[in-house]
């Protein structure tokens, strides 16, 4: 979550670093665009636009290994469902 942002972006890329799929969720088509294009995430989620369930479900099929936890509230509530067993989440703020 707030994958444009400076902590956001960074934890994104370490995923990456470590050969991790890395799915960011921002808020609007230009921030998500700078998530894929800039930081090379490999899928970004408009909260602004998608139904963020559905979407992770397409961007993750095989669901959430891991979650760094920015935001809180509907976000959050959305990624929950889809958390593997044993998958790991890291809260900020």
């Known amino acids: 979550?707030?994958?444009?942002?400076?902590?956001?972006?960074?934890?994104?890329?370490l995923a990456r670093l470590a050969g991790c799929r890395a799915v960011g969720i921002a808020g609007g088509r230009d921030k998500c665009?700078?998530?894929v294009k800039e930081l090379k995430?490999?899928?970004?989620?408009?909260?602004?636009?998608q139904d963020?369930?559905?979407?992770l479900k397409e961007a993750a099929p095989q669901g959430v290994d891991g979650y760094f936890e920015n935001v809180g509230g509907a976000i959050m509530d959305?990624?929950?469902?889809?958390?593997?067993?044993?998958?790991?989440?890291a809260l900020c703020g």
């Open 33 to 35: 665009d700078y998530v």
């Open 78 to 89: 959305a990624v929950l469902p889809r958390m593997n067993a044993f998958g790991r989440i």
């Open 52 to 55: 963020v369930s559905k979407a």
């Open 41 to 49: 995430f490999d899928a970004c989620i408009d909260y602004k636009s």
């Open 1 to 13: 979550s707030a994958a444009s942002g400076a902590v956001g972006g960074v934890v994104g890329q």
